[in-house]
């Protein structure tokens, strides 16, 4: 029998949970170390499982487990990745170490059991839904996840009303995404084979349906809980202030991580589930995502908290993500995984540096700042970074997968790729002249005075920096994942790209 490397990759950090929650109130500031240390575990559990992927067959599921949970009903627990669960699983494991040393003294003594011990359930939770090959097993992660977030960010964000008001929302949103989400769950297993294993969700790929009515509306039931996830215009209301009240490590996964459960989720579920009703609804979700392109760059422009211009480029870079997956070519899609990758570091490296200036100075309101190259050197150069790769900067990682997204649109849908790429001008604006009003000009001094980086902060920013400037300009490691996975689904949908069109000589003469 195989290891089973994904149950204990998920394992551990539910495990340091429950020695988290374990500690007595003498040694809570502990917390953080053991978290530490877990999270750390973890990541290396993942590098050793990514070791035993065979690369040359990553469209296909490894690392598989099989085991009967609730056979009367047909769940089973199943876990498996191909090269796009793969990447994601990694990506999860990659980032909270990081959140953990970034919320190392910024989260009160008296609260760091509940705080890291909720972190650690977290991420155990994000390697399940990931991980998850039974269509009920992955809804049951999909909704489990909400409970810690939802005490992430009631329990430890901002102002205590905003934060509540927040966290409901989130929970609202999410909640009722789900319940939809359901009722396709339950109609697609009464369309497939049923008996114990009939949630697998190798046995639901290729169903034949009764009518394309009903596939349809099975695939909406599960498209709308994803968009909700990713989310894009209009059910996205909820990011911003989730995203504005959570303390940063926790915005850092929520955005950087959870959110890509949506976007995972259209690619590995809705199309190859649903193949007939993904192209039928592609243009709608490609008009869909354009708008959330430009709607959520325009509002990131006109932002005055930093934290809620962070989440409103994320529902713009969401956009790309969805164009890409739905433009159905081969070069879309693994830019849109790509991007889903790129997108967690940087967004990632923004968020962090954005709560280490909101730590010192008390405030997200970007008018308290001013002149800060001068003062926080180090500290400007990491938001710099980090911007540049949110706008696509060449040499940057996101620009490597966006420009893969606009390229495999533009092969069938020009007009929508054209569009988009306004996207690109209105980033650079939102992120050029936020660096100005905060970075440059005169310096705004305060009480307690500006303080660089220190060593600790160093070490939580210096990592993401490096994963960007390498994916910029050397992405083959992670395209070899992707690649494959992507065929996979491209033949499982039944779509295959463009012939391209080469120019006669003489022709139209």
């Excluded at 809570?28 to 993942?46: I, M, Q």
């Excluded at 609730?70 to 990506?91: K, Q």
């Excluded at 070069?331 to 940087?346: C, D, E, I, K, P």
């Amino acid at each position: 029998m195989d290891f089973p490397w994904l149950t204990v990759i998920g394992a551990v950090p539910l495990a340091g949970s429950a020695v988290i929650a374990a500690l007595p109130k003498a040694l809570a500031p502990r917390a953080r170390h053991v978290a530490l240390g877990v999270s750390l575990v973890a990541f290396v559990l993942t590098v050793v499982a990514a070791l035993q992927f065979d690369t040359a067959r990553a469209g296909e599921i490894q690392l598989t487990e099989l085991h009967s949970w609730i056979g009367e009903f047909g769940v089973s627990y199943a876990l498996g990745v191909n090269g796009i669960g793969l990447v994601m699983v990694a990506l999860s494991t990659v980032l909270v170490p990081v959140c953990v040393l970034a919320a190392w003294n910024e989260v009160d003594e008296e609260k760091a059991r509940l705080f890291y011990g909720l972190i650690m359930v977290l991420e155990a939770m994000m390697v399940g839904v990931f991980a998850a090959r039974d269509l009920f097993l992955f809804y049951v992660f999909f909704e489990a996840i909400l409970i810690p977030v939802y005490f992430l960010i009631g329990a430890f964000g901002g102002n205590e009303q905003r934060r509540r008001y927040a966290a409901v929302k989130f929970l609202s949103y999410s909640l009722t995404g789900g319940l939809i989400m359901l009722v396709g769950v339950i109609a697609l297993y009464h369309a497939g084979p049923g008996g114990e294993q009939g949630f697998l969700i190798d046995q639901l790929t290729g169903l034949q349906f009764s009518s394309p009515a009903a596939e349809r509306l099975m695939f909406i039931s599960l498209f709308i809980a994803f968009a909700i996830k990713a989310p894009i215009w209009p059910v996205h209301t909820w990011l911003p202030d989730a995203a504005a009240e959570a303390p940063a490590g926790v915005a850092v996964l929520l955005v950087g991580v959870l959110d890509k459960i949506g976007t995972f989720g259209m690619l590995t579920l809705c199309l190859p589930l649903f193949p007939g009703a993904s192209k039928w609804a592609a243009p709608t979700i490609l008009a869909l995502a354009v708008v959330s392109v430009l709607y959520g760059a325009l509002l990131a422009i006109g932002q005055t908290d930093l934290k809620r211009l962070i989440a409103y480029t994320s529902i713009s870079h969401f956009g790309f993500i969805v164009l890409g997956i739905f433009a159905m070519t081969s070069t879309g899609q693994a830019g849109s995984t790509l991007y889903m990758v790129n997108h967690g570091f940087s967004t990632a490296a923004l968020f962090l540096v954005a709560g280490m200036l909101i730590h010192r100075r008390g405030s997200a309101d970007i008018d308290e700042y001013g002149g800060l190259q001068r003062t926080t050197p180090v500290l400007a150069a990491g938001f710099l970074l980090a911007g540049l790769s949110s706008l696509a900067l060449p040499g940057m990682s996101s620009f490597v997968s966006e420009f893969m997204v606009l390229t495999g649109t533009f092969i069938k849908y020009p007009a929508v790729a054209a569009l988009a790429t306004l996207g690109i001008v209105l980033a650079a604006l939102y992120i050029l002249l936020t660096y100005q009003r905060m970075f440059t000009g005169p310096v705004k001094e305060y009480s307690n005075g500006w303080k660089d980086l220190s060593t600790r902060e160093v070490l939580v920013v210096a990592p993401l920096v490096v994963v960007i400037l390498f994916l910029g300009v050397y992405p083959k490691p992670v395209l070899d994942v992707i690649n494959p996975a992507i065929s996979t689904t491209m033949q499982q949908v039944g779509v295959t790209d463009p012939e391209p069109t080469v120019a006669v000589e003489g022709e139209n003469k």
